[in-house]
């Protein structure tokens, strides 16, 4: 089934991190998806581009909404023409299949 079909699951604590072939099969239904490391924590990351700061905040309350919705959120940066969005489980502190699935989902808001 397709990330973008799927929704999250409730995570707990104590829940596994992505394994490496999961985050590499999941990462290969991506598109400009990397995963970055801060402050130890792999973080799944892409920047977007915009034409302008109004396109650029549209994008970003989307996302918003789509956190909401999943009960999953994101750290979003936004600046004019750009909006930088990083997934990551802060429970476990790494990579979930929750993650992946948000990433799949904010795709389709461009």
Do not use: R, Y
């Not at 476990?92 to 990433?103: E, M, P, S, T, V």
């Amino acid at each position: 089934m397709q990330l973008t079909q799927q929704s999250c699951e409730a995570c707990h604590p104590d829940a596994p991190l992505a394994t490496a072939s999961e985050k590499t099969n999941w990462l290969e239904q991506l598109s400009g998806w990397t995963i970055t490391e801060v402050d130890g924590i792999e973080h799944l990351s892409k920047t977007f581009s915009f034409k302008n700061f109004v396109q650029a905040l549209a994008f970003t309350n989307q996302v918003g909404e789509l956190a909401e919705s999943m009960g999953h959120h994101p750290a979003i940066t936004t600046e004019w023409g750009k909006v930088k969005v990083d997934w990551w489980t802060h429970k476990i502190k790494g990579l979930h299949k929750n993650d992946f699935i948000c990433a799949a989902k904010t795709d389709e808001f461009v």
